[in-house]
């Protein structure tokens, strides 16, 4: 009997040294809580810095596949840039990004032809304040005001059917490629209302309103009152 109350302390105080470098008790409950928080970060550890990437990246598109295309959907925070005083300013601003890619096979999708379209602050609201049997457009040039101007663009429909749900369809026109490429993804009302929450939640976000809520205030910097000047 003695024998065994030996053998357990042994095998405690070897245990406890395995897991935090000096003997710990494992019949206290903290030492299994410890245990399986540290499996838990080094599995992810071992997991997001593969190749050397941030580890601390998260991934969490929202996405719909359906037999012709599948859409994804992920916001993308603003970026900030550094005041001379220290503080921060969005340098520009957050968007909604919308990816469709091509099916070429069941329940199979060609990532490499896939193609985007960002939703800024405004055209997000637009989605959201949509009502029952309404839709909306929305038209994109990305060499807007530069000599490449016309070259591409982009548009995205909503365009309501019966029973509530919605095709969202994005065509893609590249004069400089002679291409027309048109992807429509048939959205149920459960998945639409899913994707307007979703615009809902993320639109401070976009705007940096989060960060700018977490500031501490100081004092005498900016108005308080429409009549200030």
Not at 2 to 17: E, V, Y
Request: aromatic content about 10%; overall charge positive.
């Amino acid at each position: 009997m003695m024998k065994l109350k030996q053998l357990l302390q042994s095998r405690t105080h070897l245990s406890g040294i395995l897991l935090h470098g000096k003997p710990c008790d494992i019949r206290n409950p903290s030492w299994l809580h410890a245990f399986t928080s540290r499996v838990g970060l080094s599995t992810a550890t071992d997991h997001f810095t593969d190749k050397g990437k941030d580890s601390d990246r998260v991934f969490a598109d929202y996405c719909v596949y359906k037999g012709k295309a599948s859409l994804s959907m992920y916001p993308v925070l603003p970026k900030f840039s550094r005041l001379d005083s220290g503080g921060l300013k969005v340098d520009r601003r957050g968007v909604m990004m919308l990816s469709f890619s091509p099916a070429i096979g069941e329940r199979k999708y060609d990532w490499e032809k896939k193609q985007f379209f960002a939703l800024s602050a405004v055209e997000m609201g637009s989605l959201i304040s949509l009502g029952p049997g309404g839709g909306c457009e929305f038209f994109h040039d990305p060499s807007m005001k530069t000599s490449n101007a016309g070259q591409v663009r982009k548009t995205l429909s909503v365009k309501p059917v019966e029973g509530g749900s919605y095709f969202l369809s994005l065509s893609v026109v590249n004069n400089k490629l002679q291409t027309n490429n048109r992807l429509t993804v048939p959205i149920t009302a459960a998945e639409f209302s899913v994707m307007k929450t979703a615009c809902s939640f993320a639109l401070p976000h976009i705007l940096g309103w989060d960060r700018y809520m977490d500031q501490k205030q100081q004092p005498g910097t900016e108005a308080t009152s429409e009549w200030e000047r």
